[in-house]
């Protein structure tokens, strides 16, 4: 007999041998029909799995998060067998779980069309109303490598060849479908419900560019189809907010063949990434942060210097110029280090806080390229701190209340992460010790929750990183604070103490947007375009009821200019109707519309945007809300 504990704490003796399926079912029959999956010691299993001694078990149903992956992971192997069916040359790459939902890759001598997902669609829905059971076997490398060759998989022998010697090899079976995978799986194709195939993309075989490009397939899988319905109805709100669409309708930036993955920011674009800086540079100016700038380009040397080199030379752009290697800058922190080393501090000079709007370039795969969410050039509001000891925690506590003062701005919430030494990481265990502990410290005098992230921090030291939510409550990881002893090491970093000797400063990495141009694309879909009035590339539109009322809209434009207000007239001749709902399609805060009866009495017809009343007000009246608006940046 062995014994099994669950995770309520009761413990029960079974058979040696007996499967997680007949747990379930001895705990109760419903719970056996609902059953997909079990989670034994941490790992997930079979429902035939068999238990040959003491263990932990949790039985695994559809409500849970592990329940679903196995129901995803189940889902690729469905949709593999289809395009199987329906493509009988077609090559098994492989297939992943991914948040709500799967994909898998197939190498295909046409492309995949929206007519081709809905035949797929069709052939899964035949598999699983044929209730195949899912069969695990374990097989040998040479059985996998006889079964694989003869199948002409010659992916799937790619990745037998690059198992480990001495490993076991497990395949899955469903009806005539094999794949080589470790599972685990649903007992029978037929428990998959609710799934939507949503798109087509490329992708290189082991996201290798140098391989082949395969076709991969994508889609979601949910227990429920009300579940999966909600699932789809958010995605069409969310394409209603996607940046990219909104970015081209309201003529923000642009990408061009030239330059790809670098943004080109259009006038109203500009717009709203200066009024960005603006506000940023207006917090650090009370919190007293210097303003620098940094080269683009430095002498590869320096890199290699500060540990980029080694860490993440394979994301940089090299040139060479006078018979000597550059890099473009990936960070700004090496020239930060370079600025506070051309200087003599004393410890009464300490903190120095030294930020700077620098464009940093990264090299992305062009695969992972997305928008303004995943660029290749990106201008980053990065600070470096420079701090004694024991000013660690303040100027954290410090950094907190400027990140939160900007995200309430913006109507953000957001959530908080620790991150602690990596595999690869640079410095002495006590240097990395104390840095985890000023972090922790900190975090618990502020009184925030946080998620311990072990391992994942940078290579020079732990951080925080902030998590915020948008609108329609999707998670973006923005603003950061990264506590640093190794780069005043490695560049020779001192300050002259109260004992007159020399002492390494400890820094301090910041960021609040992360990458302007990422918080832009944000910013767009949080906002779906309706950017509130201080940040809109136009304020207000002026809308004359005829071309007589032209003139007045000229002097009123011309008034609200002098003021700083962004404000256009529309002098098309075109019927007040449509100039009405093209303001209305441009997102423009406010629309003012201009006849007889507002010139003769010196008032506005206003019009918010959104909203379909109509307010007269004076011009005083109007342009002082307008002000106060703009001034408390209100949303």
Request: with cysteine; glycine share 6%.
């Amino acid at each position: 007999m062995i014994k099994i504990r669950f995770p309520d704490g009761k413990q029960k003796e079974y058979p040696m041998g007996a499967t997680v399926g007949s747990v379930a079912g001895s705990i109760s029959s419903s719970l056996r029909k609902k059953a997909v999956a079990g989670k034994l010691d941490k790992q997930l299993v079979d429902l035939h799995f068999q238990l040959n001694e003491d263990a932990e078990l949790s039985i695994l149903t559809l409500d849970s998060e592990e329940g679903l992956h196995v129901l995803r992971h189940t889902s690729a192997h469905i949709l593999a067998q289809a395009v199987k069916r329906l493509h009988g040359t077609a090559k098994l790459g492989l297939g992943k779980v991914i948040e709500d939902g799967f994909y898998y890759d197939f190498k295909l001598d046409h492309p995949l069309s929206a007519e081709s997902l809905q035949a797929i669609e069709k052939e899964m829905e035949k598999i699983i109303n044929e209730n195949l059971e899912i069969k695990r076997g374990e097989v040998s490398y040479e059985e996998a490598v006889k079964l694989f060759e003869s199948q002409g998989e010659s992916f799937k022998l790619d990745i037998a060849r690059n198992i480990p010697n001495g490993e076991k090899l497990t395949i899955y079976q469903q009806g005539e479908f094999i794949d080589l995978c470790r599972g685990p799986h649903l007992p029978s194709t037929s428990l998959v419900k609710a799934f939507k195939l949503t798109r087509v993309s490329g992708a290189y075989w082991r996201g290798d560019k140098r391989n082949e490009v395969l076709q991969r397939v994508y889609g979601v899988a949910f227990g429920r189809k009300k579940d999966l319905q909600d699932h789809l109805d958010f995605m069409e709100e969310a394409a209603k907010h996607d940046h990219r669409k909104l970015g081209k309708q309201l003529e923000l930036f642009m990408f061009s063949e030239e330059a790809p993955g670098m943004p080109f920011y259009l006038p109203k674009g500009q717009i709203i990434r200066n009024e960005l800086e603006k506000f940023s540079r207006e917090l650090q100016g009370d919190a007293d942060y210097d303003e620098v700038r940094t080269p683009f380009m430095m002498n590869q040397r320096l890199w290699e210097r500060s540990g980029h080199w080694d860490h993440y030379h394979e994301n940089m752009y090299f040139t060479e110029v006078d018979e000597t290697k550059f890099a473009m800058k990936p960070m700004n922190c090496p020239g930060h280090m370079l600025i506070f080393k051309n200087n003599r501090y004393s410890y009464r000079d300490l903190p120095i806080r030294m930020a700077e709007f620098g464009q940093v370039h990264r090299h992305e795969y062009s695969g992972a390229l997305n928008g303004m969410l995943r660029v290749r050039t990106f201008c980053q509001d990065d600070a470096h701190l420079f701090v004694r000891q024991d000013q660690i925690e303040g100027e954290i506590k410090q950094v907190f209340q400027l990140i939160d003062e900007v995200y309430r701005t913006f109507g953000f919430e957001y959530s908080v992460e620790l991150s602690t030494r990596p595999e690869d990481s640079l410095g002495d265990d006590s240097l990395w010790d104390a840095s985890e502990a000023a972090l922790k410290n900190v975090l618990a005098d502020i009184g925030i929750p946080y998620q311990l992230n072990e391992g994942d921090g940078a290579f020079y030291g732990p951080k925080i990183d902030f998590h915020i939510k948008d609108a329609l409550k999707r998670s973006h990881q923005c603003a950061t604070i990264q506590l640093d002893f190794q780069m005043p090491e490695k560049f020779d970093l001192t300050y002259i103490d109260e004992e007159n000797e020399k002492v390494r400063p400890v820094v301090i990495h910041r960021a609040i947007y992360g990458s302007i141009d990422r918080f832009f694309g944000i910013l767009i879909e949080h906002f779906a375009g309706a950017f509130p009035v201080w940040l809109a590339p136009v304020q207000v539109q002026l809308i004359p009821v005829s071309h007589v009322h032209i003139p007045f809209c000229h002097k009123l434009q011309k008034q609200l200019k002098r003021l700083g207000i962004r404000v256009t007239t529309d002098e098309r001749n075109e019927k007040l109707g449509y100039k009405i709902r093209e303001a209305q399609m441009g997102k423009i805060p406010y629309m003012l519309v201009l006849g007889d009866k507002e010139e003769q009495e010196n008032q506005v017809n206003v019009r918010k945007y959104g909203e379909k009343n109509y307010e007269s007000s004076s011009i005083d009246a109007f342009i002082n809300k307008l002000l106060q608006q703009i001034k408390v940046r209100s949303n």
